[in-house]
């Protein structure tokens, strides 16, 4: 059985998810993913980030940190209260970033 760090899970995570908004396909998969897992406010308040993080809306430069910062915090939040979930975060995370790294690996 493998123990999983919850606030390591959650990390990794946040940070993908400020990474992959300028990508829309595999952010609205994020999304809905994410919404699967942890419930539809999840999924509105991701959107709602990726709003935030577009190009056009950025208003500071560290604007990716701090959403990254939020959602470590709001991810953790939803460990503690569903410690289940760190396994299933874990793998979306994981298969996440392959596509991400797939996508960005790929001409435009």
Known sequence: MQVLHHPRVAWDMARLIVSVVPDDQLFDWMCTELGALFGAEQERSLRDTGQRLR????TTPDAAAVEAGRWRVRLEDLLRVRPEAAEPLRSLTVIA???HRD???RPA
């Open 97 to 99: 970033s392959g596509l």
């Open 103 to 105: 996508r960005i690996g």
């Open 55 to 58: 190009p056009w809306a950025y």
